[in-house]
């Protein structure tokens, strides 16, 4: 039985964590749920996984989720960011799922690492702020840390094996999102309703925001760039509608090693948890036969410069990366909120960018600092 405190447990990869642990009732335990603001839904989590600890976003919330609970509940709500780290570092807890969207997901992941729980990794913006951070930390605890993004568990399955010096290139895929075939138009009159439409995926607003702009392959190459301890030069970043082939790893004899299967998050989640082994999630394999044709091409920086942006940030390192994903959750904040126009993110991004003085080698306080700046300016930019 492995026991597992989940981060994040009310957004698109919580509730499909939820799913695989209802699957496997003999494998996985809850031990603590960590939710936002959704009490309505966190509460029916705790009836129905039953774990020692619920987090809530603020004392509001959790004066709520409490009213909702019957003391024969007997969970101990706490909450804010003292009741994520708690979450994290429970005595009892073998593995976290780090799912917590954006920045907020930083610090409890580093402090389940701190603690020496074994990781399963979806929060990738605590890679894009402190890549070198957690994965030193990582090493110095002995942690292991297990990707769940489709795309990073894909390059993950297609390294194991092999060696690493063999490694050429890592081929990262993308959808595109629902503009990919939407040349020339006026991105004033998209909405967001319009942008939140992505062709084959079900995730949450502000990641399904990040893959129409496609700032989310260029927060995923900042990640991979750490996770798989490689140069941003051998990260290529592929366009592939169809979504099957989840990311590719090319080797120096020119073998390409591929993971492909139906977009369904259980899969990368299931493969996470309870890795090396893998678990019968009654989820068929592609029909190669009904299939076609499955195509690929290069991404149009012009068109999609939130990509440019992250990939230069990656280039250039220090504070650059926390710059930019705190100036892209603004800016994002403010389109879903009709503020601005979805071009004007990429302009938010670059204005606040500018306008930093990067620290070298930075350490906690270095990346937090440059995290709350970015997020002044991107708001006076704005």
């Keep these: 039985m492995k026991h597992l405190a989940i981060l994040g447990s009310t957004g698109s990869i919580g509730r499909n964590v ?59 709500i706490l909450y804010g960011e003292q009741g994520y780290k708690v979450a994290a570092t429970l005595g009892s807890v073998d593995q976290v799922v780090s799912a917590m969207v954006g920045s907020a997901g930083l610090l409890p992941t580093l402090a389940a690492i701190e603690s020496g729980k074994q990781l399963a990794l979806a929060n990738k913006e605590s890679l894009v702020m402190a890549g070198e951070l957690l994965m030193q930390t990582a090493r110095e605890k002995g942690v292991s840390i297990i990707p769940i993004d489709s795309e990073h568990s894909a390059i993950f399955q297609s390294l194991v094996g092999h060696r690493r010096q063999d490694l050429e290139k890592i081929l990262l895929t993308a959808s595109g999102g629902p503009f990919l075939e939407k040349h020339g138009q006026d991105p004033d009159t998209i909405s967001p309703e319009m942008a939140l439409r992505h062709p084959t995926w079900e995730m949450g607003p502000k990641i399904t925001i990040d893959s129409a702009t496609l700032m989310n392959k260029g927060l995923e190459v900042i990640e991979a760039r750490w996770l798989f301890d490689v140069s941003f030069e051998l990260i290529q970043v592929v366009i592939h509608p169809e979504s099957l082939i989840h990311s590719m790893v090319v080797y120096r004899d020119g073998s390409v090693i591929a993971q492909l299967g139906l977009p369904d998050m259980r899969v ?57 994903n705190a100036a892209n959750e603004v800016a994002v904040r403010a389109f879903l909120d009709s503020r601005i126009g979805i071009g004007r993110i990429a302009e ?35």
């Design 348 to 382: 938010t991004i670059q204005e606040t960018m500018d306008k930093h003085k990067p620290v070298p080698n930075p350490g906690l306080s270095d990346i937090l600092s440059a995290d709350v700046w970015a997020r002044r300016v991107a708001e006076e930019s704005l």
């Design 18 to 76: 939820l799913r695989v642990v209802e699957e496997f009732p003999d494998r996985f335990s809850v031990v603590a749920l960590a939710g936002g603001r959704n009490i309505d839904l966190l509460c029916e989590q705790v009836k129905r996984f039953s774990p020692q600890v619920a987090v809530a976003l603020d004392d509001v919330s959790a004066r709520r989720l409490r009213d909702k609970l019957a003391p024969a509940d007997n969970v101990e």
């Design 268 to 324: 990368p989640i299931a493969y996470a948890l309870s890795y090396p082994e893998r678990l019968s999630l009654g989820v068929p394999p592609p029909d190669f036969f009904k299939l076609g044709a499955l195509t690929f091409r290069e991404p149009d920086l012009e068109r999609f410069p939130c990509l440019a942006i992250a990939i230069e940030a990656c280039r250039v390192g220090k504070t650059y990366p926390v710059v930019l």
